[in-house]
């Protein structure tokens, strides 16, 4: 029996790159092999990873195809929403069922990079789909780490109305804030502000007294409440875990009121948005209770279902621009 290249022992390859190397036909239709796409092949001890996923559908599917939407976002590092099916863009009206593959079709790709379509254009194409809150924590995220701006979301949605998702994306824009340094904590200010309840300020310095400021997640400074987020890898990591010891115990030596938010907490959103407005109140807030109609049960849903129909949105565009 004849001994299979290493190149093919730890990642998807293509028949063609397989007879480079001298493997025959013969040897690939046996029993060390198993067809993970037409032309793409793994071998079968290899356990196939995300990353093998992404780059047995970019072998399988023709090179004009780019990795556009949620998955084009996950390939910067995001770890939110589904890993499958894997969505790449096509210029055209090609058509091709390949398992575990979206294949999009689009008159015009939206801008590409090396890797992809690119990350604005990539939400853009997310937004068509996703539900509100998904689409502010992920927009939060990527306007945080700068793999996409503001102007350049409104450029791109504006230039191109007619785009699967330009609607829903600029829809959604006014409710997305770049400072909010975690998913977690953009779904905390999302649920908040859906409420009806004041929206807090991201990430924004808490004053000590002197020259001492330590930095609340979610800051209501009219009433000086700090709404923090702790999740579970605020308990792994030890370091995180001892810096949140000192700056909550910094905020009780100052008499910085604060509330802790947790995972088990975001999963009663009413109770928790409750209890904050239950804090605030004690605080001095005079404002209304939190209301959980309309605007809250938005978040829940596709922001496409938000929206009039495309026909009177695109109506309405044409009549604006005479």
Known sequence: MRDIPTPLLHGPFTRAGALELGVSKTMLAGHRFVR???????????????????????????LAARPTGITRIQMLG???????????VIQGDLHLALDGIFLHR???????DEYGVTPTGAYLAWCATARTIDAIAVGDWLLHHRH???????????????????????WVLDLLDGRSRSLKESETRALIVASGLPSPESNHPVALGGDAV????LVFRPWGLVVEYEGAHHQVDRGQYNADIERFALFRD???????????????????VGTVYR????????????????????????????????RTRLRELVAGQR
């Not at 008499?255 to 907490?265: G, I, K, N």
């Open 106 to 112: 689009t008159l015009a790709l939206a801008p590409c």
């Open 214 to 217: 330590a930095l609340g997640d």
């Open 148 to 170: 996409m701006t503001v102007r350049g979301l409104a450029d791109l949605a504006l230039a191109a109305p007619w785009r699967d998702g330009a609607d829903e994306a600029l």
């Open 78 to 88: 995001l770890d939110q929403g589904p890993r499958r099916p894997l969505h790449f």
């Open 36 to 62: 993970v796409h037409p032309r793409v092949w793994r071998h079968r001890d290899h356990v196939m990873t995300w990353a093998d996923d992404l780059e047995a559908a970019r072998l399988a599917l023709p």
């Open 279 to 310: 804090r605030l109140l004690r605080l001095g807030y005079l404002g209304p209770p939190p209301q959980f109609g309309e605007a809250w049960d938005a978040l829940f849903r596709p922001i496409r279902r938000s929206l009039p129909p495309r």
């Open 254 to 272: 100052h008499d910085v009121p604060y509330l802790q938010v947790t995972q088990e907490s975001l999963a009663r959103p009413k109770t928790m």
